[in-house]
């Protein structure tokens, strides 16, 4: 999404989070914080862009669960949104798609990402 509004929103609810040091799922805050917080600063024309409170909601959650160039992270419903930096440019995170398991006793097990999804859900 390159939306200006979105980005200028987006900047603001990361800058709103990181001063509020809410860095992890343990520390969140809830959206209509997040909202109030952004309408004082359109309000206060700190913020030049105009938006509803469904629409700041609506790119709230697509930062958090969307967008790669956002460091806006969700728990889920009702979970909070916190921030997290994004890894410096070039850096990544290698992780494996398969991991081969060798238990004590019988044969070694593959275990796949994918493999996890049901247990998350839960």
Same mark, same amino acid.
């Given at each position: 999404?390159?939306?200006?509004?979105?980005?200028?929103?987006?900047?603001?609810?990361?800058?709103? *989070?990181?001063g509020k040091?809410c &860095?992890?799922?343990?520390?969140?805050?809830?959206?209509?914080?997040?909202? /109030?917080h952004?309408?004082?600063?359109i309000?206060? &024309?700190e913020?030049?862009?105009d938006a509803t409170?469904?629409?700041? *909601?609506?790119?709230?959650?697509?930062?958090? &669960?969307?967008?790669?160039?956002? @460091?806006?992270k969700?728990g @889920?419903?009702?979970?909070?949104?916190?921030?997290?930096? *994004?890894?410096?440019?070039?850096?990544?995170c290698?992780?494996?798609? /398969?991991?081969?398991? /060798?238990?004590?006793?019988?044969?070694?097990?593959?275990?796949?990402?994918?493999?996890?999804?049901?247990?998350?859900e839960l």
């Amino acid at each position: 999404m390159a939306s200006s509004t979105y980005d200028t929103i987006v900047r603001a609810v990361e800058e709103y *989070l990181n001063g509020k040091k809410c &860095n992890g799922p343990e520390k969140t805050q809830h959206s209509s914080d997040i909202i /109030k917080h952004i309408r004082k600063k359109i309000e206060a &024309n700190e913020l030049s862009v105009d938006a509803t409170d469904g629409t700041i *909601l609506s790119y709230i959650s697509t930062a958090a &669960n969307s967008d790669a160039n956002s @460091g806006i992270k969700s728990g @889920g419903p009702h979970r909070g949104y916190w921030y997290e930096p *994004l890894p410096p440019e070039g850096e990544t995170c290698d992780i494996p798609e /398969k991991e081969v398991v /060798k238990l004590e006793k019988g044969q070694e097990i593959d275990v796949r990402e994918k493999d996890l999804y049901p247990l998350v859900e839960l």
